[in-house]
């Protein structure tokens, strides 16, 4: 047993080394937090500055029942801003964060070490690599593109570059994070980017030399640190009742989700000082077209014959960056989670058709 821990521990450790090498990208701001295991505060990862991720995790923060249940419980809500899911990922792991709204690539290796639950949908939309002035993604050759390590796009940025025969030694790989994208692609410092929303949207309207040459689909989902699920179930399931909560607050009415995607504008401010050139009426539409519109969320609709995050596993497997024995399973057991089922079973135990958001 002492030996699979330690192996575990190794493998986690590798892999936050790759994802944090030659860049302070998580130092600068989540010390601050000064997050610690075992705090009486549930503690959640939240991303302000991606849509229609952080549009949940804004409303989620402004939830008054959801704060004065966990309250009654003894784990008072508290949310934390992120650049990017994977800044998460060590923090999930030794049990500081119990859940977080992240994507799909950072929800893969968490789940592949064994450390969440993932518990429902939080946001199915399109990734993009776009370009300046070139249309072809074989145009790309010797370019300087600009990406966000361990994300969603990472990946769609490698199935990219393997659709025309090229891959990550035939390009420079710039990391930056997704709101840094448009801005460097109008200044010129890259060439072209793989990124999400809103910053393929940005980029679009920002200049006419710009267009999308690869797409591809993003997941993102909520995940529950099992550790945390394991104190606290009663806490857990009261969470996810949030969660599911907020969803169906914003497909309610066109004013629930003009309202909130003003909250995560004003989240995106306060966290980075500076207010993002996205209109309320863009967050709306990507938050309608990423989440609100597909018709399961936030359950997890399975194929048969077909498991999630499949082709995530086996990128990060080729590139190296996840253990070769036996994780995949760690993979499946993680969708094994039953506390959404729970709450949809038991309406008024966990009052979803109740609504009370701050103003």
């Known amino acids: 047993m002492k030996t699979q821990f330690a192996r575990l521990a190794c493998c986690l450790a590798g892999v936050m080394i790759w994802m944090t090498a030659g860049s302070a990208w998580a130092q600068d701001y989540v010390d601050r937090y000064a997050l610690a295991a075992g705090s009486a505060e549930l503690d959640v990862g939240v ?5 229609p991720n952080g549009v949940i995790g804004a409303v989620m923060r402004r939830d008054r029942l959801l704060r004065s249940e966990l309250s009654k419980l003894g784990t008072p809500l508290k949310t934390h801003a992120f650049k990017r899911g994977a800044d998460m990922l060590p923090l999930i792991s030794d049990a500081r964060l119990d859940a977080g709204l992240i994507g799909d690539m950072p929800t893969t290796i968490a789940a592949a070490v064994g450390k969440v639950w993932i518990v429902g949908l939080a946001e199915v939309s399109q990734n993009a690599i776009v370009t300046y002035g070139g249309s072809r993604v074989q145009d790309l050759a010797g370019k300087r593109i600009g990406y966000v390590p361990v994300s969603t796009a990472h990946s769609t940025l490698m199935r990219g570059l393997a659709s025309s025969k090229l891959g990550s030694a035939d390009v420079k790989l710039i990391p930056l994070t997704n709101a840094e994208l448009p801005g460097a692609l109008a200044r010129k410092e890259i060439d072209a980017f793989a990124g999400w929303e809103p910053a393929i949207s940005m980029a679009l309207g920002a200049s006419a030399q710009s267009r999308i040459v690869f797409r591809g689909l993003s997941v993102d989902y909520f995940v529950l640190s099992r550790a945390f699920e394991r104190a606290s179930p009663e806490a857990a399931r ?11 607050w914003m497909r309610r009415s066109p004013k629930n989700v003009e309202a909130a995607a003003r909250w ?3 989240d995106s401010k306060e966290f980075t000082g500076t207010a993002t050139e996205v209109p309320v009426s863009q ?6 077209s990423g989440i609100l519109n597909v018709p399961s969320a936030p359950v997890i609709v399975k194929t048969p014959g077909e498991q999630p995050l499949t082709s995530e596993y086996d990128l990060l497997k080729s590139l190296g960056k996840l253990p070769v024995d036996e994780r995949w399973d760690n993979v499946v057991s993680s969708f094994q989670y039953d506390g959404l089922r729970q709450v949809m079973a038991a309406p008024r135990q966990y009052a979803l058709k109740s609504f009370d958001y701050d103003k």
């Open 47 to 51: 991303q302000p500055q991606s849509y």
């Open 238 to 248: 009261v969470l996810v009742a949030g969660f599911a909560l907020s969803i169906e």
């Open 264 to 266: 995560v504008l004003a």
């Open 283 to 288: 967050v709306v539409a990507i938050t309608r």
